[in-house]
């Protein structure tokens, strides 16, 4: 319920439709006398209803909308790109260190471990401060780590480059889908966080595609060189190009507290003060009450739509807070509170268990591919990780677009109600694709089947499924509980990286004792079984979701 009702037009709007309407439902349609805010080409209901301030970030034209996409972006990929880059070059790491395969490989697991916790520094620094800085540190802190990890000259160093890169790039995982939930309409959430899976686990395909040849051909010291280049032009691009996206909208309970307030004074104080305020309102973040809008035009209802642009003070290094000590607090406690609510718990497991779908490739890639009777150079392995990436692309080109076309046609045969719910049958292609996926990769690499087979087929259907269930589950999520976006991945990004680490830790001696087919079948078993629960909250998502509307976290 991102269109910040007032309880009366709640009611109204309640009656009229004969539907509850809950945290995460919204009206996609105007309903008798109440008209909306619509997208400038079509009769489409924009949620959030933007205000009627040039510098609101809903607000902003398309030139700053990409410029501020493109930054997340490029953090997502950049400051993704190095810490599941080294399966190609674990031949190289062995022998620069003096190690084994399960040690080197703790490079891969610990970053991800620290990388999963190191949000519970970040988003409360995103909350309090706002994503800005939050996008500077973390890049410097990635820029600093990448020149750590291409000097270290012994295994404990280098050890400790991981850990940092892990602080550093814990925002790959969780500033974007914030930064999208503050500059994208509902209807726009489905392409854009596809987009940002694409590119986050693209940047995890990448990687090793580049430092595979790198580590043959000019050495693996050279690959960590690249990544400081790479974070030095996205550290520019982000100082220039990146305004602050934070907003506060007025949610109804500030509608009615000021309301209140105003009834209580003498009338000629009331005139002064509803005057101080509304100017104050207007100043910060004026926001429409629905019941108040016309039958106008768009451009006559919000002037400033497509049209605004940030101000000098949405390019300060940070963003002052009158609440700092709360704010963090607050922060801290959020994700942590949301393990408790179903849905956040649901796409933390379908998100968790599907990635290390794609984590079981990166680990194995080089224990199965440089072995007989296959023999293949680290180039070669790198080069496998194209049909990920193709993977990826397809799914991007489907997923997103699939998923909000079938929540709009839901919507429009409940008559303009859109139920976050709507989106999930967009998993079931998906599903099938990740079963087939994993079936290929398991029982090719047991039996030794042609390379041809196992790529093409199994690294592609991987490559499709680790972008598309994440992007469905998660912005499930958001829909349902869209001010605390940013917690919500630090949620999935705990269960996912401790869940990651452990799988780094245990799938080397299990398939060695085992074989390929029992770790990479039992997590295809989870995936499948989390997302088979997708049918319970499709049928009961709406009664969880009503166990928690009085939660404070719609507040926020």
């Given at each position: 319920?991102?269109?910040?009702?007032?309880?009366?037009?709640?009611?109204?709007?309640?009656?009229?439709?004969?539907?509850?309407?809950?945290?995460?439902?919204?009206?996609?349609?105007?309903?008798?006398?109440?008209?909306?805010?619509?997208?400038?080409?079509?009769?489409?209901v924009l949620v959030p209803q933007p205000s009627n301030d040039p510098h609101d970030p809903l607000n902003w034209s398309p030139f700053w909308k990409f410029s501020t996409m493109t930054c997340a972006t490029m953090i997502s990929f950049v400051q993704g790109c190095g810490p599941l880059a080294l399966a190609p070059m674990f031949p190289q790491l062995i022998e620069a260190f003096d190690s084994n395969l399960t040690d080197v490989i703790q490079f891969t697991g610990v970053a991800i471990l620290v990388l999963g916790f190191s949000n519970f520094i970040w988003v409360p620094i995103s909350t309090t401060f706002g994503r800005r800085p939050t996008a500077l540190a973390s890049t410097l802190i990635c820029l600093g780590s990448m020149i750590w990890r291409a000097r270290a000259q012994t295994y404990g160093s280098f050890m400790g480059a991981c850990v940092l890169n892990g602080i550093g790039a814990g925002p790959a995982e969780t500033l974007q889908p914030a930064i999208i939930a503050d500059v994208m309409f509902l209807h726009e959430r489905g392409l854009y966080n596809t987009l940002y899976f694409a590119f986050y686990f693209g940047s995890l395909m990448v990687g090793p595609i580049i430092s595979g040849p790198m580590a043959s051909n000019v050495g693996w010291r050279n690959f960590w060189w690249?990544?400081?280049a790479m974070c030095a032009v996205t550290f520019l691009a982000c100082l220039f190009g990146f305004p602050e996206t934070k907003w506060h909208r007025l949610h109804p309970d500030e509608i009615r507290t000021t309301a209140a307030t105003a009834s209580s004074q003498s009338s000629e104080e009331k005139v002064m003060i509803d005057t101080i305020e509304n100017k104050d309102i207007e100043a910060q973040s004026p926001t429409r009450k629905p019941?108040?809008?016309?039958?106008?035009?768009?451009?006559?209802?919000?002037?400033?739509?497509?049209?605004?642009?940030?101000?000098?003070?949405?390019?300060?290094?940070?963003?002052?807070?009158?609440?700092?000590f709360t704010s963090v607090l607050v922060a801290l406690w959020t994700p942590w509170k949301l393990f408790a609510f179903p849905i956040v718990e649901f796409a933390s497991f379908i998100v968790s268990w599907s990635a290390s779908s794609f984590l079981t490739l990166n680990l194995t890639q080089s224990q199965v591919f440089a072995n007989p009777p296959y023999n293949f150079s680290s180039t070669t392995i790198g080069f496998f990780n194209f049909a990920i990436l193709i993977g990826g692309i397809l799914s991007l080109l489907t997923a997103g677009p699939l998923s909000d076309w079938i929540s709009m046609r839901a919507t429009r045969k409940n008559n303009g109600v859109r139920e976050p719910e709507m989106r999930l049958p967009t998993m079931i292609p998906y599903v099938i694709i990740m079963i087939i996926g994993n079936f290929v990769v398991a029982f090719g690499y047991q039996r030794q089947w042609d390379w041809k087979v196992i790529v093409?087929?199994?690294?592609?259907?991987?490559?499709?499924?680790?972008?598309?269930?994440?992007?469905?589950?998660?912005?499930?999520?958001?829909d349902s509980y869209k001010p605390v976006a940013?917690?919500?991945?630090?949620?999935?990004?705990?269960?996912?990286?401790?869940?990651?680490?452990?799988?780094?830790?245990?799938?080397?001696?299990?398939?060695?004792?085992?074989?390929?087919?029992?770790?990479?079948?039992?997590?295809?078993?989870?995936v499948t079984l989390w997302c088979l629960f997708g049918i319970l909250f499709?049928?009961?998502?709406?009664t969880f979701r009503r166990w928690t509307q009085h939660s404070k976290v719609h507040r926020m």
């Open positions: 319920m991102e269109m910040n009702y007032d309880e009366n037009v709640l009611h109204q709007l309640e009656e009229e439709l004969n539907v509850k309407i809950l945290p995460g439902t919204e009206v996609m349609l105007d309903v008798g006398t109440h008209h909306f805010v619509k997208s400038s080409n079509s009769d489409r690249l990544n400081v019941s108040d809008l016309t039958r106008n035009s768009t451009a006559m209802q919000d002037p400033y739509l497509g049209k605004g642009a940030p101000n000098k003070q949405q390019f300060k290094l940070f963003q002052p807070t009158a609440y700092l093409i087929i199994g690294f592609t259907c991987a490559g499709i499924q680790v972008s598309a269930l994440p992007a469905i589950a998660s912005t499930y999520a958001v940013g917690s919500i991945f630090v949620s999935i990004t705990v269960n996912k990286n401790l869940w990651g680490y452990g799988l780094s830790k245990f799938i080397t001696p299990w398939t060695i004792q085992d074989g390929y087919v029992p770790p990479i079948m039992t997590n295809m078993s989870l499709w049928w009961k998502g709406k």
